[in-house]
């Protein structure tokens, strides 16, 4: 193939940054990855027969070393981490159908808990069919070790206990039921539609106060949401609740004016399963919403 161009590497962006993404789980971090492998690619001298093939090896190891670093980052973290979220308007089926191949809020959550060799495995191999082979390339290891990290994966993943099988329109429906309960007080209502072994997230990075630790279990997850919505959102002024959509996946939307004059902003995503919630995702630090088109 003749030396490498801007344009050849256009053709495979959109690819890249869906794989860095899956790995980063924040899309700022993985456009900056894939930028990277663009200055890297475009320094080479030597013909690449594959492209793609080396774009892919090249993105992963660049992701690969910001897990690495992230994991310390994350160790001193305040409170609960979730990803950042890219906020969309609510969509029709035809655009709900062309993002089928994001990847939920919920997993992403659920992947925190793999080390970064079996997160890149797992990508690599379960999501963009990488062989093994290549996957030991970015690794640095065999293919026999590629795949032993490729299959804790997956059992980590199996035993993380947030189930999410709904597709946005019951995700929705079991959304708005919840914060209907949640805003009139009613801790009953709001049980209904939660899991047992429900598990709520909320993360404020320090720069809003929220929980600081997970809570599980229906009843305080339902008297924990109720006291917030019913009570503490009371007193905020030109409160905005809007459909919306977060990788896909439907979403809540909350904006107002808190009592001290402070501007509030939430966005809230759910797992859902079998018509209840098994997964609660309140991102409230501001650094990491971004309001697409909104």
């Known amino acids: ?8 590497f256009e053709a495979h962006r959109v690819y890249l940054t869906s794989v860095a993404y899956r790995m980063l789980g924040n899309r700022a971090e993985a456009e900056d990855a894939v930028q990277e492998a663009w200055l890297r690619y475009a320094q080479q001298t030597e013909d690449i027969r594959d492209a793609r093939g080396w774009l892919t090896t090249v993105t992963a190891r660049i992701c690969l070393d910001q897990l690495n670093s992230a994991r310390v980052r994350r160790a001193a973290y305040p409170g609960q981490w979730l990803p950042a979220y890219v906020v969309d308007p609510d969509a029709g089926p035809a655009e709900l159908a062309e993002r089928a ?17 079996q997160r890149v495995a797992l990508v690599l191999h379960d999501a963009f069919a990488v062989p093994f082979e290549e996957v030991a390339t970015v690794l640095d290891t065999t293919p026999a070790a590629a795949r032993q990290h490729a299959s804790r994966a997956r059992r980590a993943i199996a035993d993380g206990g947030i189930r999410h099988t709904a597709g946005p ?31 709520a997230i909320s993360d404020g990075g320090g720069v809003v106060r929220t929980a600081i630790n997970a809570i599980g279990g229906a009843e305080k997850v339902a008297r924990f949401y109720a006291g917030l919505l019913s009570h503490k959102l009371a007193g905020v002024t030109d409160m905005k609740v809007d459909p919306v959509l977060v990788n896909g996946d439907a979403a809540m939307l909350l904006r107002g004016t808190r009592t001290d004059g402070r501007p509030l902003l939430a966005v809230l995503t759910v797992a859902v399963d079998e018509g209840r919630i098994t997964g609660l995702f309140n991102q409230q630090n501001p650094e990491k919403v971004l309001l697409s088109d909104l």
């Open 1 to 8: 193939m003749p030396s490498p161009s801007a344009a050849e």
């Open 169 to 199: 329109a019951e995700q929705r429906r079991v959304l708005t039921a919840f914060l209907v309960a949640a805003q009139s007080g009613d801790v009953h209502a709001l049980a209904a539609v939660l899991a047992p072994d429900v598990v």
């Open 101 to 117: 191949d994001q990847v939920s809020v919920a997993l992403l959550v659920v992947m925190e808990r793999l080390t970064p060799e």
